[in-house]
């Protein structure tokens, strides 16, 4: 095994980039997991069970990073000097600013699920687009700068759908119960 300080990638032996198998990475996880698990080491003494279980634990930790995506872009900018800073970099560009506003908007005007749906459709849409810029910026062009920007825009997104996601089911529910 590698070391507690390599990087997720070189713990999972994946090539450092942001277009991944996922298929690849939970298998490759599977595997760590069952040479690591603290249980093999039952019978061991103290030190290496806690090995075990710090090897378990940072295993994981990569893992849960490794498998979504706008981790994955967030560790890759991090890695290579452009680091996210979500709470201290909230620079977006003007367009997406006013995209923003315009969508919330709509959800505040927003009275139906069809309505609803329609702008989770629509904030999906960009997400696809954003991950496919993220992949350009990262995999082709290798700017990370560009791609961090990116990332914090699709935090943003995902934040949006998940508020999107709770109006639909409180607009479902209200309709569920007049239908009582």
Known sequence: MTSLQ???FELFDL???FAQDRAAIDARWKALQREA?????AAEDATAQRLALQWSVRI???????KDPQKRAAYLCELNGAPIAAH?????PGAFLMLQMSWREA????????ELEAIGTLAQSYKKLAL???EAGVDLEHDYTAAAGEVRALMFVEKFLAEVHTRIEQAENAAAA???
Request: charged fraction near 30%; hydrophobic fraction near 25%.
């Open 6 to 8: 390599s990087n997720d």
């Open 15 to 17: 090539p450092a980039r």
């Open 37 to 41: 698990h603290p249980d093999r080491f």
């Open 60 to 66: 994981n930790e990569a893992y849960q990073r490794l």
């Open 88 to 92: 201290t970099n909230t620079s977006m």
């Open 107 to 114: 959800l505040e005007d927003a009275s139906g699920v069809d």
């Open 132 to 134: 496919a810029r993220i």
């Open 178 to 180: 007049k239908g009582q």
